[in-house]
């Protein structure tokens, strides 16, 4: 079954750090392109940011350039995304997504919760 | 940077229904453009890419068109399943990722 489960999300302070994880199973991962989407609670969708199959090439949205580093392990099947200097903004859902072609999401996640908040 | 707008933000229509959405994006993007459903509580789902192309599976009733900056996704007859928002988003190269605001459909 192909599919993809993120994990690490939870409750952060404004300023603070989080590590999400997304470990995916049922097709050959170092194939494909793999990105981070996320969607306030409420809200629409937000492009966050893709990674290339070796990783040579990274896509951030404007809006976490600079704070957010996504990076994989293609060994372990494994996504990851580093979020430093979280702000409220920040807080939303974020769904890990294999692309079939850079940019577009064909297999999501359940998604892991991010909250930012004092 | 890209804009992708989506009209109308939300509708209501009658079960057999052809409903068509519009989204439009600020700069031509020729046909790199995706439709994505999202129904109530579940996570988005890719109905086409390249503008017309359905993702397997998809209900053929779904179709989509356009390119350069006029897009549209067309459902010829609409059925209970289809309650759900629907985002589009451009994938051309160079320019940022952007989805539209999306659209909600619901039931008459």
């Known amino acids: 079954q192909v599919q993809v489960v993120e994990s690490g999300g939870g409750l952060v302070k404004p300023g603070g750090s989080l590590r999400l994880s997304c470990t995916a199973s049922?097709?050959?991962?170092?194939?494909?392109?793999m990105s981070w989407i996320r969607q306030a609670p409420g809200k629409g969708l937000e492009w966050v940011s893709y990674?290339?199959?070796?990783?040579?090439?990274?896509y951030d949205a404007d809006s976490v350039k600079g704070r957010f580093t996504i990076s994989r392990d293609n060994a372990n099947k494994s996504l990851y995304l580093q979020m430093n200097s979280l702000r409220a903004e920040d807080t939303a859902v974020y769904y890990c997504?294999?692309?079939?072609?850079?940019?577009?999401?064909?297999?999501w996640g359940q998604g892991t919760l991010v909250t930012v908040s004092s | 940077d890209i804009q992708m707008t989506q009209s109308p933000s939300s509708l209501s229509a009658s079960v057999g229904d052809r409903l068509t959405i519009t989204c439009r994006a600020s700069?031509?993007?020729?046909?790199?453009l995706v439709w994505y459903r999202q129904k109530p509580g579940k996570i988005p789902e890719l109905l086409i890419h390249?503008?017309?192309t359905l993702e397997s599976g998809v209900p053929s009733r779904f179709s989509g068109s356009g390119s350069g900056t006029d897009f549209t996704l067309t459902i010829s007859s609409l059925q209970p399943e289809d309650v759900a928002t629907y985002y589009c988003?451009?994938?051309?190269?160079?320019?940022?990722?952007?989805f539209g605001g999306g659209t909600k459909v619901e039931i008459k």
């Open positions: 700069q031509s993007i020729r046909n790199y």
């Open positions: 049922g097709f050959t991962f170092g194939d494909y392109y």
């Open positions: 988003q451009n994938y051309y190269s160079g320019l940022p990722l952007a």
């Open positions: 990674i290339s199959t070796t990783g040579t090439y990274k």
């Open positions: 390249a503008a017309s």
């Open positions: 997504a294999r692309c079939k072609f850079p940019g577009i999401a064909d297999i």
